[in-house]
């Protein structure tokens, strides 16, 4: 079967009403409910608990707590890199940008304008840079770091689609990324802007960013932006910024001349936070 028909159905589905449910469920505090269906999630998706900072699956009063459980210290050490990995999951894509290209798929690219909300400056900003797509699964830790140390300078919440965002959704949906719903965050750094991007899916109930808290729901039908005074958020390489309540994907962009990526970076990679993501490109 295509990877186009393996989609199809997802056209049809109630996705908006699927997610409002499925977070309504995972932020009851259920009780051993709760518990079973942790138990059950736990064994379906193999998810490694003594790495947690709690592994007692019993004492999450939410299936939220679980989902977004700490790690133990030290279970994610920072590698001697100036760009670290943000998230644990796996490389769908990464590379360079094309102008404002951003390749998705065989067959399938989108632009940097359209991930961003249709904000062409902001956009243009990249144009020629290069980017990463990082997809975490539903075993993985999905707390957000901070790939290098950045001043936030704006965030948007861009309203959109609820696709699930698997491989094979992504090779089965033009401009998948872009279309979806998702959280847009800006950063500043010593050596340029950059872009950290997070995207939702089918089931994924909300995202939340440490100095903003939930920002979905409410889930409006425009644009909503958000600017920040110099200074007043600075996060520093490898500090939590964000994390999503039920998994996603994470779209990072860097403008020209900014980053070049650990050569072992190859589509379809597992990948670790704090592991080299790669160097700053020597200033010309």
């Not at 989609?7 to 009851?28: D, E, M, S």
């Not at 059950?40 to 019993?58: H, T």
């Not at 920072?78 to 094309?98: F, N, R, T």
């Not at 980053?259 to 592991?275: C, K, S, T, V």
Request: glycine residues 10%; proline residues 7%.
């Amino acid at each position: 079967m295509s990877d186009a028909l393996a989609v199809l159905p997802q056209y049809l589905l109630p996705k908006k009403t699927l997610t409002i449910f499925a977070g309504r469920v995972a932020g009851t505090q259920g009780g051993s409910l709760t518990t079973a269906l942790i138990a059950w999630f736990v064994k379906r998706y193999q998810v490694n608990m003594a790495e947690a900072a709690n592994p007692d699956i019993a004492s999450y009063p939410t299936f939220n707590d679980f989902f977004t459980r700490p790690l133990k210290a030290g279970a994610r050490p920072l590698a001697d890199a100036p760009v670290v990995c943000p998230v644990d999951g796996a490389i769908s894509q990464v590379g360079a940008m094309e102008t404002d290209q951003i390749f998705q798929a065989k067959g399938h690219h989108y632009s940097s304008v359209a991930l961003v909300g249709g904000d062409a400056a902001l956009a243009a900003e990249f144009d020629g840079g290069s980017f990463a797509t990082l997809y975490l699964s539903p075993r993985d830790y999905h707390r957000i770091h901070m790939p290098c140390d950045g001043v936030l300078r704006r965030m948007l919440y861009v309203p959109g689609a609820l696709f699930s965002v698997n491989p094979t959704t992504a090779r089965g949906v033009p401009g998948l990324f872009a279309r979806n719903e998702r959280v847009v965050c800006v950063f500043d750094s010593a050596r340029g802007p950059f872009v950290l991007t997070l995207v939702g899916a089918t089931i994924v109930g909300s995202m939340a960013t440490v100095w903003h808290g939930l920002v979905n729901p409410p889930r409006s039908p425009q644009v909503r932006e958000w600017s920040y005074a110099p200074g007043a958020v600075t996060l520093a390489r490898g500090a939590e910024m964000g994390r999503f309540l039920l998994g996603s994907t994470v779209v990072m962009l860097f403008p020209a001349g900014f980053l070049q990526f650990n050569p072992l970076w190859q589509a379809e990679r597992p990948i670790r936070m704090g592991e080299a993501m790669g160097s700053f490109k020597a200033s010309v």
